[in-house]
């Protein structure tokens, strides 16, 4: 069974860094790319970033473009988004998601229940 | 930007009737070296993650009852749920992964009448 457990979530302060950890079992990790997706309290889901199955490539939504950055460590089955310059808006749950194999993550077969990031002063 | 629209925005629906959501993208999904479309449906209940339903727009994933189907190609897709059960009250989501960045529906919400 595939199981995926975030953490990293807190308060933080606008401006700030925070870096979000997902560790990911019951399926060959080094084969599957993985999403990040976030919830605003209240709203609909959005797509945060992508990275392919080696992490050789990334993806990322404007609104995050040069602010988060996705990596993987494959050794520990561990996906990552350091998130920098947080603001107001980025308040949301984050989920880690498990894409399909191959390369590119495309869409999500299994999510874990998300950590949540609250940017507020 | 592929902006995906979902209609409606909520549904009341009967028990054991039939409910359907539509989702409509600003540009083709289609991809045509492989005719596949790249579209997905998720269903997401009160706290929880969302979960896959559907995938290339009409393929059931693993374990989601067959009242569920996917439809449509191109620009227009359908979720139907062909007998309306309790336990489908929820939140649904149409989501494009045909190019980056994936974007998905606005959500619709389904409810018991």
């Known amino acids: 069974e595939v199981h995926l457990l975030e953490s990293g979530g807190d308060l933080v302060q606008p401006g700030g860094s925070l870096e979000l950890s997902c560790v990911a079992s019951g399926f060959t990790f080094t084969k599957f790319g993985m999403n990040w997706v976030r919830q605003a309290p209240g709203k609909g889901l959005e797509w945060v970033s992508g990275?392919?199955?080696?992490?050789?490539?990334?993806t990322y939504a404007d609104s995050v473009k040069g602010r988060f950055s996705v990596s993987r460590e494959n050794s520990k089955n561990t996906l990552y988004l350091q998130m920098q310059g947080l603001r107001s808006d980025d308040t949301a749950v984050y989920f880690c998601?498990?894409?399909?194999?191959?390369?590119?993550?495309?869409?999500?077969?299994?999510w874990g229940r998300g950590t949540l990031v609250t940017v507020s002063s | 930007d592929i902006v995906m629209t979902q209609s409606p925005d909520s549904l009341t629906v009967s028990l054991g009737e039939r409910a359907t959501i539509n989702c409509k993208s600003s540009?083709?999904?289609?991809?045509?070296?492989?005719?596949?479309?790249?579209l997905a449906w998720y269903q997401q209940k009160p706290g929880q993650p969302p979960k896959l339903l559907i995938y290339?727009?009409?393929i059931r994933e693993s374990g989601v009852p067959d009242r569920f189907s996917g439809s449509g190609s191109g620009t227009d897709f359908t979720l139907s749920i062909s007998s309306l059960q309790a336990e489908d009250v929820a939140v649904y989501y149409c989501?494009?992964?045909?190019?980056?960045?994936?974007?998905f529906g606005q959500g619709t919400k389904l409810e018991i009448k």
């Open positions: 998601a498990k894409g399909t194999y191959g390369n590119n993550p495309e869409y999500s077969d299994s």
């Open positions: 990275i392919s199955s080696d992490g050789a490539a990334t």
């Open positions: 989501h494009q992964y045909y190019r980056i960045p994936y974007t």
């Open positions: 290339w727009a009409s």
């Open positions: 540009q083709n999904v289609l991809y045509s070296s492989n005719n596949q479309n790249y």
